[in-house]
Structures are given as C-alpha cells and as structure tokens.
C-alpha cells in the first residue's frame, strides 16, 4: 500500500496527556459560553417579553371608557345577521360560472 503512494508525507501526532486536557478544556468552556447565550437568549425571548407585554396589556386595560349603547340600534343589529346567517337562500352555494 505504500509502495502506490511513495511521496506521502506521514504525519506522525503526538499528543501528551496534557495537551488532550488542554485542548478538552477549550471545548468544554467553548461549549459551556454557548450553553450560557443561548439560555440566556431563550430566557429573554420567551419569558421576559412575554411579561413586558402583559404589563402593557395591564396599563392599558386602566383605560376603560364607558360609552352609552343604543340598545335598540344593537338589538336591530343582531337581529339582522341571524337573519342573514339563517335565511335559506344562503344554505345554497352559488355558481359562479353561470
């Protein structure tokens, strides 16, 4: 097999017990930052503006204004959409390529 390649550079590795640590470190405190922002970042997104929203929610429901109705107008209001969503004529579909 080494006779198909015979220019290959081999590469021989060497590592100690104490590189292996050091290079394991950095992964683990890479990892362990990243973990950190992106809890920190799921936190913000689903808890902390969800708790400023509804503070909104509740400042602006202190705005209650009372408005005087006109119960007959509302009356006549709702009679006519049950008219219009119980009338037989809107049971029957259309064709619209008539």
Known sequence: MN??????????????????FKYLMIIVVLLTIGSIFYTANYLYDHFYLV????????????????????????????KNIEDKTNSPASTIPRNIFH
């Open 51 to 78: 708790i400023t929203e509804s503070q909104v929610i509740v400042l602006s429901d202190d705005n209650i204004s009372i408005d005087t109705i006109n119960i007959k107008k509302f009356d006549n209001l709702i």
């Open 3 to 20: 006779n198909l390649f015979p220019n290959r550079l081999k590469i021989k590795i060497k590592l100690s017990s104490k590189k292996i």
